[in-house]
T-cell receptor, first 110, second 112 residues
């Protein structure tokens, strides 16, 4: 699996957009970019995923660069409940499971 | 619409005892997974299963046994628990190779 690089921690003011970067420079053409988050002690929660195009759902937006070597997860209006560890995962299809790195610890501050 | 459940949610056991952690999903997903999470190590894969009666080792399988006789259940057994197996265990499932993977709420296991 391709590796990802994320900053270990970030802060964001409540109500502002949180932009979480992820580098995946060795991603191959058939690998998706997935984002999960884990709120303290809970199971990881799926947020969004994409292949080439930008994606948006009710939780977040995913912006993937044209060369696919990096992506950004955007939480448009962060709330205190968005405080969590966010994982960027590059996933190759087939029988392989998701492999988690250390993620980014996002702290939303009032 | 329970989704994916784990039981028990909390378990305290003693070294050397056998303990089984249960995972049940109501979606008829083909794939199921067991991860453990320890401070400083993040989520590590123990075992996974692509279908009933098919299982495969993950990153840290030693000391664990799994079975998958029914699609909806994927129990994880610690045959002789050790203190190093104190951890939070997460079960997950997904429908197909490219489907979203969903996680259960976790089981916090303490081995004394």
């Amino acid at each position: 699996d391709a590796k990802t690089t994320q900053p270990p921690s970030m802060d964001c003011a409540e109500g502002r957009a949180a932009n979480l970067p992820c580098n995946h420079s060795t991603i191959s053409g058939n690998e998706y970019v997935y984002w999960y988050r884990q709120i303290h002690s809970q199971g990881p929660q799926y947020i969004i995923h994409g292949l080439k195009n930008n994606e948006t759902n009710e939780m977040a937006s995913l912006i993937i660069t044209e060369d696919r070597k990096s992506s950004t997860l955007i939480l448009p209006h962060a709330t205190l409940r968005d405080t969590a560890v966010y994982y960027c995962i590059v996933f190759i299809s087939g029988n392989t499971p998701l492999v988690f790195g250390k993620g980014t610890r996002l702290s939303v501050i009032a | 619409d329970a989704g994916i459940t784990q039981s028990p949610r909390y378990k305290i056991t003693e070294t050397g005892r056998q303990v089984t952690l249960m995972c049940h999903q109501t979606w008829s997903h083909s794939y199921m997974f067991w991860y453990r999470q320890d401070l400083g190590h993040g989520l590590r894969l123990i075992y996974y299963s692509a279908a009933a009666d098919i299982t495969d080792k993950g990153e840290v399988p030693d000391g664990y046994v799994v079975s998958r006789s029914k699609t909806e259940n994927f129990p994880l057994t610690l045959e002789s628990a050790t203190r190093s197996q104190t951890s939070v265990y997460f079960c997950a499932s997904r429908g197909s190779a490219r489907d979203t993977q969903y996680f259960g709420p976790g089981t916090r296991l303490t081995v004394l």
